[in-house]
């Protein structure tokens, strides 16, 4: 499967944005997907995650009540709402695409498929 991460910029603290994630390829139902982000000089970071369906999401604890994970299957897309932002929301943000169907995993080692990235800069 093929990723296209969308919606990134530049937005003042306390603005939202909306990131979306298209998939191209094999059925988009057939995978979990996730957000992540890295900011300069860290690691990815785990956003949020959603399973195939759509009824079981898991947010990192800093996200929780801000980001909202969300997929249409059939447009084949994954969205991450964002409200609320603060300058440390600062990343590159990626989505990912898991096939093991089993667990809606927070861990980056985990997904199989990656799209390029999305950058979103917050001002204070």
């Known amino acids: 499967v093929q990723l296209q991460a969308s919606g990134g910029g530049l937005v003042q603290a306390g603005g939202s944005l909306r990131l979306s994630c298209a998939a191209s390829g094999r059925t988009f139902s057939s995978y979990n997907m996730g957000w992540f982000r890295q900011a300069p000089g860290k690691e990815r970071e785990f956003v949020a995650a959603i399973s195939w369906s759509g009824v079981i999401t898991r947010y990192a604890d800093s996200m929780k009540g801000r980001f909202t994970i969300s997929r249409d299957n059939a447009k084949s897309t994954v969205y991450l709402r964002m409200n609320s932002l603060k300058p440390e929301d600062t990343a590159v943000y990626y989505c990912?695409?898991?096939?093991?169907?089993?667990?809606?995993?927070?861990?980056?080692?985990?997904?199989?498929?990656w799209g390029q990235g999305t950058l979103v800069t917050v001002s204070s």
């Open positions: 990912g695409a898991e096939r093991d169907l089993s667990m809606v995993t927070i861990i980056p080692g985990e997904y199989d498929y």
